[in-house]
């Protein structure tokens, strides 16, 4: 086969994921542990050269690619203004005078089900009962007979936005031919350019058993439904987390979070992986072998991590001032009330006094003026993680601890934050497991009445036991960890989708009650 490339399209808006492009172009929605457009580009062999039309959060898409795949060659298209699909190809035409193969954003074929090259005209095609959202088409032995347009009842195969073209000549001829007859046609796409294409020669059909339309809702669920997902993370709109072969890449959409993390890095040396890269709103490290401790967690292993820590991080830093009381004080009442504001305004909630579960609750604004200020704001500064749960622990291979996804500053600061922050979170773990929350089990059932129900690992329970007893032991007040991890479950709340925001809400409202009476410890 003679030299060919691929045709890759990100620059439409994604209206149909809703909220999930709001931060991020739909071609970097996770789908299993990967971005969508890495399904796409690892189909293909790393010589192959890319060429990627941009338009919408397209720095996202180039900083992503550029960092995450270095050895390989993108050419990138800006395609502002582009009125339809047809145009966004058109604009790309002099970096594809060869073979090429267009390979829509939202399409994943599983398992890179092999992908042929150019070798011949073909158009990929998918059998379903349903063409209400596709162009469709009619074949007869293995040639494409006739395009049809959307919701088209007499067709063999729906297409997939997967298609090549070795007759690039001609494909560029009829594309600007319909183009200039009509340069604001907003539905002008390649299946246009091929139902002309079929006048004058010939169109192979290859079909594609294995096709996922990620591009909208019901088809992502789907695709996350079948492709394998390892990552114990609960969905935030404005970051992500992917992993390759051998790294891991975090995004956030705030590049001064981005920032932040690298230096601190520096402050936990030999905690935490080294990062290998830092692309705008992207940095990556090298993938940690082992497993998240999460799943391998005992009552001994938690001693021996309780014990690392106090040797290796939890180092006090000096003695409270006035100046570590004011950002305890924002840290944990400026922010919840800002954070409670933010979720209460998204959900057109009230915040009131309800019964939970049973239990007659303040609202939340008047339980968090019953908080004592000294117990939460008069700690003195320590050397911390900030996200310390289980899933951001790995358990290496050597039976040794590797910190991951650390915080980006404590209200503010790098170098010191509060370590009974760190103790909350590890608290939250125990309870709030996100392997099970991603599964779905747990509940919330709204009514004059709140109720919610919550699965618990047995052995994450018998370890949050251990885990009381241990910190007592060392000093640490126990019932001040109950009152700060129910305000991590506040803080949550205004951060993520229905129906775990509501969930957290209650749970945080609920929890924090029963910590104020000293019910939890």
């Known amino acids: 086969m003679e030299e060919y490339k691929v045709l890759i399209t990100t620059g439409g808006i994604g209206s149909r994921l809703g ?14 542990k990967k971005a969508a457009i890495s399904h796409i580009v690892e189909s293909y062999p790393e010589n192959i050269e890319m060429v990627v039309t941009v338009d919408y959060h397209g720095e996202l898409v180039k900083d992503f690619l550029q960092l995450v795949y270095p050895k390989r060659k993108f050419t990138f298209i800006d395609t502002k203004g582009s009125p339809s699909v047809g145009c966004s190809i058109l604009m790309a035409k002099e970096e594809l005078q060869c073979p090429f193969i267009f390979h829509a954003c939202d399409t994943i074929i599983k398992d890179q089900q092999n992908i042929p090259t150019p070798y011949c005209n073909w158009i990929g095609g998918h059998i379903s009962s349903n063409s209400s959202h596709y162009r469709s088409f009619n074949v007869s032995n293995d040639r494409v007979l006739k395009m049809n347009e959307k919701g088209e009842k007499d067709y ?196 009131t006094p309800v019964v939970i579960n049973g239990i007659k609750c303040s609202s939340v604004a008047v339980l968090l003026d019953k ?91 018998i370890c949050q036991k251990a885990f009381y007893s241990t910190i007592k032991e060392l000093g640490f007040n126990c019932n001040k960890v109950a009152i700060i991890t129910s305000l991590i479950w506040l803080n949550m709340a205004a951060l993520h989708p229905r129906p775990i925001n509501l969930f957290l809400w209650y749970f945080g409202q609920y929890n924090l009650t029963l910590a104020l009476q000293g019910s939890l410890i």
Not at 19 to 32: H, I, P, W
Not at 391 to 404: A, G, K, Q, S, V
Not at 442 to 452: P, V, Y
């Open 371 to 461: 908080i004592d200020l000294q117990l939460l704001c008069s700690e003195v500064p320590y050397r911390f993680h900030g996200d310390f749960i289980l899933d951001n622990i790995i358990y290496t291979l050597d039976e040794e601890f590797c910190l991951i996804d650390w915080r980006q500053d404590f209200e503010g600061v790098l170098d010191y934050g509060d370590v009974y922050y760190d103790l909350a979170k590890l608290n939250h773990s125990f309870i709030f497991n996100h392997e099970l929350i991603n599964k779905g089990y747990f509940s919330i059932n709204i009514d004059s009445e709140i109720q919610f129900e919550l699965f618990e690992k047995y052995t994450l329970s």
């Open 19 to 32: 909220d999930l492009t709001t931060y991020k172009n739909k071609a970097l929605v996770r789908v299993g």
């Open 156 to 351: 063999d195969y729906i297409h997939i936005g997967l298609c090549g073209f070795k007759d690039y000549e001609l494909f560029w001829s009829i594309l600007e031919k319909l183009y200039g007859g009509n340069k604001t046609n907003k539905e002008l796409s390649d299946c246009h350019v091929i139902s002309e294409m079929l006048e004058e020669t010939l169109v192979k059909y290859i079909e594609f058993s294995t096709w996922f339309d990620i591009g909208n809702i019901d088809g992502l669920r789907i695709a996350k439904e079948v492709i394998e997902e390892d990552i114990n993370v609960i969905e935030k709109q404005a970051e992500e987390i992917y992993m390759t072969e051998s790294s891991v890449i975090k995004f956030f959409y705030d590049k001064d979070i981005v920032d932040k993390r690298v230096k601190r890095t520096k402050l936990l040396n030999g905690l935490v992986p080294k990062v290998t890269g830092v692309k705008g709103n992207f940095y990556k490290y090298d993938f940690i072998e082992g497993e998240e401790l999460s799943k391998k967690i005992t009552v001994d292993i938690l001693k021996d991590l309780i014990s690392w820590m106090s040797n290796n991080l939890w180092h006090q830093l000096g003695d409270s001032t006035g100046e570590t009381f004011d950002r305890f004080y924002n840290f944990y009442f400026v922010k919840t009330r800002n954070r409670m504001l933010e979720f209460l305004s998204n959900n057109n909630i009230k915040d």
